[in-house]
Nanobody
Framework: QVQLVESGGGLVQAGGSLRLSCAAS????????MGWFRQAPGKEREFVGV????????YYADSVKGRFTISGDNAKNTMYLQMNSLKPEDTGVYYC????????????????????WGEGTLVTVSS
C-alpha cells in the first residue's frame, strides 16, 4: 500500500506563487508515476499534470501550461507542484495521485482508476 500526503496549500493573492508537495511512503512505492488533480467547489475533478517516475515525461492540462511545473525528488519520494501566476480560477483542493502508468489518457480522463490518492490540500487564490 502506498500513502500519499500533500502539503503546502494556503491562501495567496492572484499573481502569486505557491509550491505544493506530495510525500509518498509505503512498501509498494516503486517507480510510480505521480501527478496532481484539483477540484473546485461544485465542479468536477480536473487533471492538472503528471510526471513519470524518471521525470523524463510530464504532461499538463492546457489551463496550467506555462504556469505550473511538476518536479520530483526520487530519493525523498516526494513530488512538487510549483504554481506561478496564480489565478482565482486555480482555487480548489489539490490532490496527489500515483499509478504505475504515466500515460496521458490514463491521467487526463478524470483520474478514475488511479491506484493511490492523497487526502488533498486546499489552495485559495484571492482576486
Amino acid at each position: 500500500q502506498v500513502q500519499l500526503v500533500e502539503s503546502g496549500g494556503g491562501l495567496v493573492q492572484a499573481g502569486g506563487s505557491l509550491r505544493l508537495s506530495c510525500a509518498a511512503s509505503g512498501p509498494s512505492f516503486s517507480r510510480l508515476a505521480m501527478g496532481w488533480f484539483r477540484q473546485a467547489p461544485g465542479k468536477e475533478r480536473e487533471f492538472v499534470g503528471v510526471r513519470s517516475w524518471s521525470g523524463g515525461v510530464t504532461y499538463y492540462a492546457d489551463s496550467v501550461k506555462g504556469r505550473f511545473t511538476i518536479s520530483g525528488d526520487n530519493a525523498k519520494n516526494t513530488m512538487y507542484l510549483q504554481m506561478n501566476s496564480l489565478k482565482p480560477e486555480d482555487t480548489g483542493v489539490y490532490y496527489c495521485a500515483a499509478h504505475p502508468s504515466w500515460g496521458y489518457n490514463t491521467w487526463a480522463t478524470g483520474g478514475y482508476g488511479l491506484d493511490y490518492w492523497g487526502e488533498g490540500t486546499l489552495v485559495t487564490v484571492s482576486s
